[in-house]
């Protein structure tokens, strides 16, 4: 695990000011090791043909905890992942967080300052054997990892599922269950509803050691109505309370 033991958080302390349960004061930052010495990352200063180098990751507020937004495939990224959660767990809990999204390039060894990462877009894509390398260390190192389906675009969720089936061959998503603790750290959730449709949404997981390291959604958890700019949903059948989920996810991602 690259996050330290030295900040070390019980199961489902982090609860909504307001509830029975405490929350518990984040007393210091999620602290990251060095990057692994057996990680085959590429020079983070070699930019090929036609790729956009990702800005330089901005330094953190002492304690903050941070979010990367990968770049990843070819220069694609996201626009429309609102990073409203991360001031939303800052109101409902103690924990602090830097409020922006920083551009992370996947195959960069800056992906381990952080603890928590997104990856969303519409349209396929084919990631590069760096990205699949650096994503595999990522996840199975302390990483943890949010995919989501912009505007739940049919063509990125199979891209990604045929992604994550070679960078963890061994290994398969799963549905879960909303007794799940994802769905009980700062909310309990128990549905997970969508903008436009009747029918409800579901998470899949991904887990390493008994402990989930990725969370994806084919219908999307962008919360674009608080992306702002001209991001709309396009149509996608996106999961209503995708805020609270997000909450939810990066406490647990702390927590576990």
Same mark, same amino acid.
């Given at each position: 695990?690259?996050?330290?033991n030295?900040?070390?958080?019980?199961?489902?302390?982090?609860?909504r000011?307001?509830?029975?349960?405490?929350?518990?004061?984040?007393?210091?930052?999620?602290?990251?090791?060095?990057?692994p010495?057996?990680?085959?990352?590429?020079?983070?200063?070699?930019?090929?043909?036609?790729?956009?180098?990702?800005?330089?990751?901005?330094?953190?507020?002492?304690?903050?905890?941070?979010?990367?937004?990968?770049?990843?495939?070819?220069?694609?990224? !996201?626009?429309?992942? #609102? $990073?409203?959660?991360? /001031?939303?767990?800052?109101?409902?809990?103690?924990?602090?967080?830097? +409020?922006? =999204?920083?551009?992370?390039?996947?195959?960069?060894?800056?992906?381990?300052q952080f603890?928590?990462a997104?990856?969303?877009?519409?349209?396929?894509?084919?990631?590069?054997?760096?990205q699949?390398?650096?994503?595999?260390?990522?996840?199975?190192?302390?990483?943890?990892?949010?995919? !989501?389906?912009?505007? #739940? $675009?049919?063509?990125? /969720?199979?891209?990604?599922?045929?992604?994550?089936?070679?960078?963890? +061959?061994? =290994?398969?998503?799963?549905?879960?269950?909303?007794?799940?603790?994802?769905?009980?750290?700062?909310?309990?959730?128990?549905?997970?509803?969508?903008?436009?449709?009747?029918?409800?949404?579901?998470?899949?997981?991904?887990?390493?050691?008994?402990?989930?390291?990725?969370?994806f959604?084919?219908?999307?958890?962008?919360?674009?109505?608080?992306?702002?700019?001209?991001?709309?949903?396009?149509?996608?059948?996106?999961?209503?309370?995708?805020?609270?989920?997000?909450?939810?996810?990066?406490?647990?991602?702390?927590?576990?």
């Amino acid at each position: 695990m690259y996050l330290s033991n030295s900040v070390r958080w019980p199961t489902g302390a982090i609860r909504r000011r307001g509830m029975a349960a405490a929350a518990v004061l984040f007393a210091g930052a999620v602290l990251w090791a060095a990057v692994p010495p057996d990680a085959d990352l590429p020079d983070p200063d070699a930019t090929g043909a036609g790729e956009v180098a990702a800005p330089p990751a901005a330094p953190a507020r002492p304690g903050a905890v941070r979010c990367a937004n990968l770049i990843y495939a070819d220069s694609k990224t !996201s626009v429309c992942f #609102s $990073s409203e959660f991360m /001031s939303q767990i800052m109101r409902d809990s103690h924990v602090e967080t830097d +409020p922006r =999204l920083t551009a992370v390039k996947l195959d960069s060894a800056d992906i381990y300052q952080f603890p928590f990462a997104v990856m969303t877009g519409e349209g396929a894509f084919t990631l590069t054997g760096p990205q699949r390398e650096s994503l595999r260390s990522y996840l199975s190192n302390g990483g943890f990892l949010v995919a !989501s389906a912009g505007c #739940s $675009s049919a063509p990125w /969720s199979s891209s990604f599922l045929s992604e994550i089936a070679i960078v963890f +061959p061994e =290994l398969k998503l799963s549905r879960l269950d909303h007794s799940h603790p994802v769905f009980h750290t700062v909310y309990d959730i128990d549905r997970l509803d969508c903008n436009k449709s009747a029918g409800q949404a579901h998470l899949e997981g991904l887990e390493i050691d008994g402990k989930i390291v990725l969370i994806f959604s084919r219908d999307g958890l962008n919360d674009t109505a608080k992306a702002g700019g001209q991001c709309c949903c396009c149509g996608g059948n996106e999961i209503a309370n995708s805020r609270q989920v997000n909450v939810n996810l990066l406490a647990y991602a702390l927590t576990h």
